[in-house]
């Protein structure tokens, strides 16, 4: 029955921990899809400069060289780009696809639908750039997000798995 007890008491801790440190990944996920969006965009500027390729081509080469989430949301643009214009596609993708950005984020991302395909290539070239200036500085606060609440989420599950076995003793 001791071991049983014990055994049980372990599992609470351990599970309250991974669930501690499942919160505070959200952070760094956050901070690297962030990055990820940047080098997207970055990439996608380029291409549409020097290349003159269609646009739902160049989404899915960016999100073959991406992947993860940030990689689904231009695929599922460059897919929805066969019934829907550019813009409303790229809104779709960033209401769809599951990520850790937040509505700050996707707000901003979504200021880049207006003129996607709907103007000349500068006209887009430069609405990227603002995109990319806004992302810079919700890096920055992602960063110091991550650094203020990943060490606090990860703690706070251990102690709370440790004040509940507490209390079962």
């Known amino acids: 029955m001791l071991a049983f ?12 921990s991974y669930i501690g440190i ?5 952070y760094a996920n956050r901070e690297k899809e962030i990055k990820q969006m940047k080098t997207g ?16 081509s160049l989404f899915m080469e960016i999100s073959n060289k991406i992947g993860g989430n940030i990689g689904n949301m231009f695929s599922l643009a460059a897919t929805r780009m066969k019934e829907d214009t550019a813009g409303e596609a790229w809104e779709k993708a960033l209401d769809e696809v599951d990520n850790n950005l937040t ?6 991302l979504k200021n880049l639908s207006k003129l996607l395909g709907e103007t000349d290539i ?15 500085s919700q890096l920055k606060n992602a960063n110091e997000e991550r650094r ?5 989420y990860r703690t706070l599950g251990i102690v709370t ?3 509940i076995a507490i209390i079962l003793i």
Not at 41 to 56: Q, S
């Open 22 to 26: 499942l919160f505070s990944k959200k």
């Open 41 to 56: 965009l970055n990439m996608f500027a380029t291409k549409i400069k020097y290349t003159y390729e269609p646009i739902p």
């Open 5 to 16: 007890k014990i055994f049980l008491l372990t599992l609470i801790i351990v599970a309250s």
């Open 122 to 136: 500068e006209g887009q070239i430069s609405q990227i750039e603002v995109v990319n200036e806004f992302l810079t």
């Open 148 to 152: 203020k609440n990943e060490k606090m």
């Open 103 to 108: 509505k700050e984020d996707i707000t901003i």
């Open 161 to 163: 798995g440790l004040t």
